[in-house]
């Protein structure tokens, strides 16, 4: 699904049965493309497993490549994931990578790693802070 708001155009993908492919291959036919025609400059992709955790090397690597040319387009590109119980970001490429861990650890109890993203669109730049809730 493609969301258009003030300056970000957020669109989200899902590798839930281990990759983008497995899961809904028709992801692949538009949103590579949906992200260079935007009118925005500022992209967020957001998905529910990091790339570096597909179940399929290849993929995360074609999946890299496709955001290498989005940003070669001109966009500011982020890709906002949530895999794990720990909070991420690094910079690769010209693409900015951030993983929210899950509010729960896997034994019940509260994560206290747990961050609220916020984002803020200005037309040729996004600016984000991680905040902790406690």
């Not at 497993?49 to 399929?56: C, E, Q, R, V």
């Not at 916020?118 to 669109?121: D, G, I, P, Q």
């Given at each position: 699904k493609?969301?258009?708001k003030e300056n970000v155009t957020l669109i989200t993908l899902s590798a839930?049965?281990?990759t983008p492919r497995l899961t809904d291959a028709s992801q692949w036919l538009y949103f590579k493309n949906d992200a260079i025609s935007s009118n925005d400059k500022n992209i967020v992709f957001l998905i529910d497993?990091?790339?570096?955790?597909?179940?399929?090397a290849s993929e995360a690597e074609f999946f890299r490549s496709a955001l290498n040319e989005v940003v070669e387009s001109g966009k500011n590109v982020f890709v906002v994931s949530s895999s794990g119980t720990s909070f991420w970001n690094t910079m690769k490429d010209g693409v900015r990578y951030i993983n929210l861990p899950s509010l729960w650890n896997p034994d019940g109890s509260l994560n206290k790693n747990f961050k609220l993203l916020?984002?803020?669109?200005a037309p040729d730049t996004l600016y984000y802070s991680a905040e902790s809730l406690s």
């Open positions: 493609v969301y258009d839930a049965k281990g497993k990091t790339p570096s955790h597909f179940s399929d916020k984002f803020k669109a």
